[in-house]
């Protein structure tokens, strides 16, 4: 959907998650990066995929047809044929439909994906690129639907990794819940919050990255 993160963030959205960034960096010299991709991949075998499925079950609904009504000089194998092609269409159709992708990827495939989209994130925006490596990326997925806290090693040695699973997990309950924008600032907060916990406390005077937030059409 080419409109997809004008759809869920407005400029509004936008500036409200890079203030609440700004506040929350007050709080501690960590540095905190938002990053919201539209998706982590093309997933170009959701279209084959989802086609050859169609294909199949309009095959086998000819067949049926077929075996039922068929015979007495009726051209079966034109059938077969009709059977096919609308179910390599319908097929392709279904695709286009994020739930239907989404499950023709599978949800191992999918994490592994974002995953790896939120590593070249951290890399591409320098989140190591801190005095302390205490940055935290929040990485959020709009397509696959999922969210990955990544945290710099100044500070992720230090922290429970269940802590940061506790932010996703929120922070994916309330985009889930239609409240993409509160959810994200909250999660700043939590990261905030948490860094100051583990000593990483006195504000930095300088603001080595950038409070924008990132948001990438892929």
Not at 20 to 49: F, I, M, S
Not at 138 to 144: C, M
Request: charged residues 25%; proline residues 3%; negative net charge.
């Amino acid at each position: 959907m080419p409109r997809r993160i004008e759809t869920v963030f407005s400029e509004v959205d936008r500036e409200a998650i890079r203030a609440a960034t700004t506040a929350a960096e007050r709080k501690t010299a960590g540095e905190l990066v938002v990053y919201v991709a539209e998706r982590c991949d093309p997933h170009p075998e959701v279209a084959w995929k989802a086609a050859l499925i169609g294909g199949a079950v309009g095959v086998l609904f000819a067949v049926v047809g077929i075996w039922r009504f068929g015979g007495w000089g009726a051209p079966d194998y034109a059938w077969i044929l009709v059977g096919l092609q609308l179910g390599l269409l319908i097929g392709w159709v279904a695709s286009l439909f994020e739930g239907v992708a989404r499950r023709l990827i599978g949800d191992e495939a999918l994490s592994s994906r974002v995953e790896g989209r939120a590593a070249e994130a951290f890399l591409e925006e320098q989140v190591f690129a801190t005095r302390d490596r205490t940055g935290v990326l929040i990485f959020v997925a709009l397509f696959e639907h999922r969210v990955l806290v990544l945290a710099d090693q100044g500070i992720d040695a230090k922290v429970d990794a269940s802590a940061w699973r506790d932010i996703s997990d929120e922070l994916a309950l309330g985009i889930r819940r239609g409240k993409p924008t509160s959810a994200l600032t909250h999660a700043v907060e939590r990261c905030a919050e948490l860094l100051s916990e583990h000593g990483v406390a006195a504000p930095d005077r300088a603001n080595e990255l950038s409070d924008e937030p990132r948001f990438r059409r892929e």
